[in-house]
């Protein structure tokens, strides 16, 4: 899998959610993770080592973000497109019907998790769920603890481990994990639980087109985002102008 580098962080270079969902089947012949990368991630992977080499260490980084196939287009990368985290983990679950594919969902609240298995039922009736679990909510968990949530996993048979977390925590938690189960990939799928419980709304199309998603999903969650938007985005256009100028180079 070729790919890209936006500031400090490789993105794999993907046409398709077709295409990423072949990658992703050739992927379970061993244990590995996958990234879903926007603006926020780019960022944070300049600022911190252990989490840009977490992030660099994905068998999958995922253009999340339309800003990081517009930046990838302007390095000469045409064939890039945008694969969105929540609406490839719906896809995943369409295809992976027929497929035989086993979902074990871990992270978000209980609510959110019982009323995303309501959906899935619904959507994809034939979809195979292995297992859920919410974790608790603090920054890091116990060596047993992850013990714990990792024999849950590996009893469970899924193929595929969609870990919502949030970033950097659920990326740097599938690096320092992903090696101990028996068989599958970990998919940090950031707020993919909230979007098909139907907590969070999709964009219209023409937001995203237009790169607008994030503005979307500000006015839906004002408190929690404005100061991430304003930093990280504002972070991002001035890395962005220092790396394509040259002024700076991000390594």
């Known amino acids: 899998m070729r790919k890209l580098k936006i500031l400090c962080t490789n993105i794999s270079i993907l046409k398709s959610y077709e295409e990423t969902y072949e990658n992703l089947i050739k992927s379970l012949k061993s244990t590995s993770y996958v990234t879903v990368n926007n603006v926020h991630t780019i960022v944070l992977a300049v600022k911190n080592k252990n989490y840009r080499e977490a992030l660099n260490n994905s068998i999958l980084s995922l253009p999340d973000g339309r800003p990081l196939s517009i930046v ?12 969105f985290g929540p609406s490839f983990m719906e896809k995943a679950l369409e295809w992976g019907q027929e497929d035989g594919l086993k979902h074990f969902f871990f992270g ?30 603090r920054e890091s968990f116990s ?74 999903r500000l006015i839906q969650e004002p408190g929690r ?10 972070l991002f256009i001035l890395y962005i102008f220092l790396d394509l100028t040259g002024i700076k180079r991000f390594d």
């Open 72 to 83: 990838a287009r302007l390095k000469g990368v045409k064939n890039i497109s945008r694969i």
């Open 108 to 137: 978000s609240s209980e609510k959110t998790l019982n009323e995303m298995i309501k959906n899935i039922k619904i959507r994809y009736a034939k979809a195979l769920v292995s297992g859920i679990y919410s974790p608790p909510y």
């Open 225 to 234: 985002l404005w100061k991430r938007y304003l930093f990280t985005n504002s």
């Open 143 to 216: 060596d047993e603890e992850n013990e714990f949530f990792l024999k849950l996993m590996n009893d469970s048979g899924a193929d595929i481990f969609w870990i919502g977390l949030g970033a950097p925590k659920q990326e740097l938690w599938m690096h320092n994990n992903y090696k101990k189960l028996n068989h599958g990939v970990m998919i940090g799928i950031g707020a993919g639980f909230d979007y098909l419980a139907g907590r969070t709304k999709h964009a219209p199309e023409w937001m995203k087109n237009l790169a607008l998603e994030w503005l979307y």
